[in-house]
């Protein structure tokens, strides 16, 4: 499993937009990368998946350079109810990586008025 | 459409007193199954990961056990609570196909 490392936290205001990079150096030809977001006493929430290029949902923007070692969760636009821990999580379907799902420590995201 | 259900949200034991925590999950079959531990302000611990009835892993050694009953329902256990088994624990289901996984509500453990 590709390991993933992420800034520890943002800071961000209202309407901005936000990039947010996650580093994974060993990712494995066959790897997806994964976003979720946490609000506090709530489990995670998948937010976008992408291989490679450029994913666009309503809520994010995946970008991954074409050598994978990077992505970056980019939020159009932010409130104050994007406050919240962000994990970068990587896996494939070789070496059980879609069975076993590990999340980093993730980035801690705080959007201010 | 899927959703899992995960009890109780809360919980209060004393140490060395048993716990049992259920999850199931509906709409879907064969699903893969976790059981997830988060201290305050920190991340996501994988503790169990299961890929069917009795094919379970365990990530991190510790007085906790899982155990799968049925296709669709994770239960974690322990037969005495420790004082560090505080946290959040949360149960969550993914097809096994990606890496996109659903959590339940979580379950918020005090051992006192």
């Known amino acids: 499993l590709a390991k993933t490392t992420q800034p520890i936290s943002m800071d961000s205001y209202e309407g901005q937009e936000v990039n947010i990079t996650c580093s994974h150096n060993n990712i494995a030809t066959n790897d997806y990368i994964t976003w979720y977001q946490q609000f506090p006493s709530q489990g995670p929430r998948f937010i976008i998946q992408g291989y490679k290029t450029k994913v666009t949902n309503e809520v994010a923007s995946l970008f991954i350079p074409a050598d994978r070692k990077s992505s970056t969760l980019s939020l159009p636009r932010v409130s104050l109810s994007d406050t919240a821990v962000y994990y970068c999580l990587v896996g494939g379907p070789l070496g059980g990586g879609y069975n076993k799902l590990i999340f980093g420590a993730g980035t801690r995201l705080a959007v201010h008025p | 459409s899927q959703t899992i259900h995960q009890w109780p949200a809360t919980l209060v034991q004393p140490v060395g007193s048993p716990l049992s925590l259920e999850c199931t999950v509906e709409?879907?079959?064969?699903?893969?199954l976790y059981w997830y531990r988060q201290a305050a302000g920190r991340g996501l611990q994988l503790l169990f990961y299961?890929?069917?009835?009795?094919?379970i892993s365990s990530e991190v050694p510790q007085n906790l056990s899982a155990s799968r009953p049925q296709d669709r329902q994770f239960i974690l256990s322990s037969k005495k609570l420790l004082l560090s088994d505080s946290g959040f624990y949360l149960c969550a289901w993914s097809s096994g196909e990606n890496t996109e996984a659903f959590f339940g509500q979580g379950t918020r453990l005090t051992v006192v």
């Open positions: 709409g879907t079959s064969n699903p893969n």
């Open positions: 299961s890929i069917g009835i009795d094919q």
